[in-house]
């Protein structure tokens, strides 16, 4: 089926680990980012991609990097974790990030754990 | 800075009932207006997609509509069903990203 599939759907990690979560879609689609939901807070945007090889910061990047080598794939990789890390974190992705016409896709999430 | 503002923040309702949600907004100069679903522990699902140039969308027992002018979107549901409960949520595209309103919790009591 296409869509985004992310992976792990769940994850504890101990604080200092380092982890990569995955994010690949399979729908050509040349915009694609990283949000965190955390209560109170709605979703918030980390880092985004508007094609292979060109990233860009949102709101929240600190802690996390991003790389895009292939128009399928936008991992996102916690350097050294911390419990503020502590989230449900969902890929999105879009044909374009300027025209009315696309919406976003979104993955069914990571729920991640520091402690 | 865009701002969006869902009211209510929750509602409870019996089966059958129309309804209607609320969003809006402080910035018009925006590219499209996007209703989502989300089941608790569960991802995104888009409900519907209006244009900026468009004023409504409609899916089944769903409309949503959109007026710029006023910075206001409303999504309503027909005969409501306790499988619409669930959290929904409106993101305006503009810029690099969406940016979403806090929420609307549903319950449909049957």
């Known amino acids: 089926n296409a869509g985004v599939t992310q992976t792990p759907k769940f994850q504890v990690l101990k604080t200092g680990q380092s982890m990569t979560l995955q994010c690949a879609q399979d729908?050509?689609?040349?915009?694609m980012s990283w949000y965190r939901q955390d209560p109170g807070m709605g979703l918030r945007l980390i880092h985004y991609s508007v094609g292979a090889g060109i990233t860009d910061q949102g709101e929240v990047p600190n802690g996390y990097n991003v790389s895009r080598s292939t128009t399928e794939d936008f991992p996102l990789r916690l350097l050294s974790a911390a419990p503020s890390q502590t989230s449900v974190y969902f890929c999105?992705?879009?044909?374009?990030?300027?025209?009315?016409?696309?919406?976003?896709?979104f993955g069914s999430g990571t729920r991640l754990t520091v402690v | 800075k865009q701002e969006v503002t869902q009211i209510p923040a929750a509602l409870s309702v019996p089966e059958g009932e129309n309804l209607v949600l609320n969003c809006s907004f402080t910035d018009s100069a925006i590219y499209n207006l996007q209703w989502f679903r989300q089941d608790p522990g569960k991802g995104l699902t888009s409900l519907l997609l209006?244009?900026?140039?468009?004023r409504e969308q409609t899916s089944g027992r769903l409309n949503a509509s959109l007026d710029k002018s006023s910075g206001r979107s409303t999504l309503y549901i027909a005969a409501s069903q306790p499988g619409d409960s669930a959290t929904y949520l409106c993101a305006l595209k503009g810029g690099n990203k969406l940016v979403f309103g806090a929420g609307t919790i549903l319950r449909v009591k049957s």
């Open positions: 999105a992705s879009s044909y374009s990030m300027s025209q009315a016409v696309y919406g976003y896709t």
């Open positions: 729908m050509n689609h040349e915009y």
């Open positions: 209006i244009q900026s140039s468009q």
